[in-house]
């Protein structure tokens, strides 16, 4: 079996993250995409919405898609949560199953700083998903050679979309429709978030 794992804040999730991980699941002949919303994001700040609400959110963007299947693992630890711990649970559950990471551009450019990322790397194969203008090489010439050999770049999407900027048209009160899946924009106005 072929599984891609996608994990992020989501914050809230949009349809730039759907896109790239439908592109991943046809780009590579995956069986399910998974998707994690991060508990604790070790990396970032603060999320603006709590998890259970971002859970939610991904609950109901994904319902409609039979291959896409959101997990609570991160969110059920209640402590900062790494990639690699992440991956070596799902092999633990999975051990045949052959694991693709799903990460944008921005988060891929510094993959090498991450924990442990050959083990990682060891787990999975590293997919990424490229924004309008963020790598204009792939792989970028900077990237060592044992990343880029377990590396898979997917075709270039033309969704430009960034949770932040939905958060921010949100407190402006400005429209989200059309960036996210309806169900969400009335999760969000139901819950008030942020």
Same mark, same amino acid.
């Given at each position: 079996?072929?599984?891609?794992?996608?994990?992020?804040?989501?914050?809230?999730?949009?349809?730039?993250?759907?896109?790239?991980?439908?592109?991943?699941?046809?780009?590579?002949?995956?069986?399910?995409?998974?998707?994690?919303?991060s508990g604790t994001p070790v990396h970032r700040s603060a999320?603006?919405?709590?998890?259970?609400?971002?859970?939610?959110?991904?609950?109901?963007?994904?319902?409609?898609?039979?291959?896409?299947?959101?997990?609570?693992?991160?969110?059920?630890?209640?402590?900062?949560?790494?990639?690699?711990?992440?991956?070596?649970?799902?092999?633990?559950a999975q051990p045949d199953a052959e694991l693709f990471l799903?990460?944008?551009?921005?988060?891929?450019?510094?993959?090498?700083?991450? /924990?442990?990322?050959?083990?990682? @790397?060891?787990?999975?194969? &590293? #997919?990424?998903?490229?924004?309008?203008?963020? %790598? +204009? =090489?792939?792989?970028?010439?900077?990237?060592?050679?044992?990343?880029?050999?377990k590396t898979v770049f997917l075709p270039p999407l033309r969704?430009?979309?960034?949770?932040?900027?939905?958060? /921010?048209?949100?407190?402006?009160? @400005?429209?989200?429709?059309? &960036? #996210?899946?309806?169900?969400?924009?009335?999760? %969000? +106005? =139901?819950?008030?978030?942020?």
């Open positions: 079996m072929k599984i891609g794992v996608y994990g992020g804040v989501f914050d809230p999730i949009h349809y730039g993250h759907l896109r790239i991980a439908e592109t991943a699941r046809e780009h590579l002949c995956l069986d399910r995409v998974l998707l994690i919303p999320s603006q919405a709590p998890a259970e609400d971002r859970f939610g959110m991904c609950l109901l963007a994904a319902r409609d898609n039979p291959d896409f299947e959101v997990s609570r693992m991160e969110i059920d630890t209640n402590q900062p949560n790494y990639t690699v711990t992440t991956l070596r649970r799902i092999r633990e799903i990460v944008g551009a921005d988060e891929a450019r510094i993959f090498a700083k991450w /924990r442990e990322p050959d083990a990682i @790397l060891n787990m999975a194969t &590293l #997919v990424v998903a490229d924004r309008p203008g963020e %790598i +204009e =090489q792939a792989p970028p010439p900077d990237w060592p050679e044992w990343i880029t050999r969704i430009d979309l960034s949770s932040t900027e939905i958060r /921010r048209r949100v407190r402006e009160g @400005l429209s989200i429709r059309y &960036l #996210v899946p309806e169900v969400v924009r009335e999760y %969000i +106005e =139901q819950k008030s978030l942020y």
